[in-house]
């Protein structure tokens, strides 16, 4: 087996970082920390003495926005380790970055032929094992990323590029991929894979249900939306969700069983109340035209965010039926996570 060295690189962040204030309120009840992963680049242009700050953000519990981390435009998703919250891995253009102490230095871990990192997941139930999304397939490390080995047998050669990685939460090993020719499963940790939806265009999201580990939701660029109820296993297409234009992903509302939410170009929100039987747009309030880059739904206080795409962040108290502009000027947020606050 042919070890990926990693890269003998790394960074260490400025202690001073700006805060990004957003008149949304946090409950004083709270108990979920809140990331993304953000681009700002608002005004900038080759060759402007404007200064931007990108990548990773988390709200404080004032309601501000704190940068942390390296400044990284690319930064498309983040992942920590559940033992310990100081282990933070992100997928970036130049491959997977860890950080070891909460964020204060990082490290490139991957060699010169690991680039363009789309998702990143850690195994809950083995969380040595990390598993990075990838244009040309997927990647595993089984050592807290110290070491990269490529996991795509079962892949085709060609529709490999790989949008989209899922960990399923009920078992180690187990995750799906959402990939340019459909979804794929592993159930032994990406030793092996097999197809249980075929499509024509890239999955760009797949969600398992908080609420039921058994149904999971995928996105697609120009396929529509797709359930399935027996953990993946076979796909049915949600009736009523259009498929002209592509959905980037979808959110489930930890606090209410019925309500879901999708972001995508062209439709902007979209939402039901009753558990995917219909679907209404819900832009009142969002600039035109609609392209939400990514929505998320907090799971203390079901909040609907949304991303619109060189925009801001905007929330929603009422599931979409009014917005209001938030925070991150000028942005294109990428990743929301939301994980259990930290034991103190």
Known sequence: MNLLRPVLFSVAVATSVPAFATPAAVPPTARHDFYIS???????VTGSKITTISGLFQRGPDG???????????????AFDPRDRNVIYTAALSGCWRSLDGGKTWRQTNGWDITEGRDIAVDPHAPDHVYLALPDGIAVSRNRAQTWVRGENGLPDRGKYTQT???????????????????????????????????????DDIQQSPHDPKQWVAVTQSAGAWASADGGVTWKKFPGVPSDHPLYNFAFDATNPRRIAMGGW?????????????WTERNG?????HRVARVGIDPDTGRLYASVMGESLYTSDDFGRTWTRSALEGSVINYFLFLPTAAK
Do not use: F
């Open 165 to 203: 990685l899922e960990v399923d939460r009920t078992q180690a090993g187990r995750l799906l991929a959402g990939c340019e020719s459909g979804i794929y499963l592993t159930e032994d940790g990406a030793n092996s894979w097999r197809r249980v939806l075929p499509t024509t265009t890239t999955v």
């Open 266 to 278: 062209h439709y902007g929100v979209l939402t039901t109340e009753d558990g995917g039987a219909t």
């Open 64 to 78: 501000e926005w704190r940068h942390i981390g390296y400044n990284d435009m690319s930064i498309t998703a983040v």
């Open 38 to 44: 953000a681009a700002l680049n608002k005004g900038y």
């Open 285 to 289: 309030g969002l600039p035109p035209p």
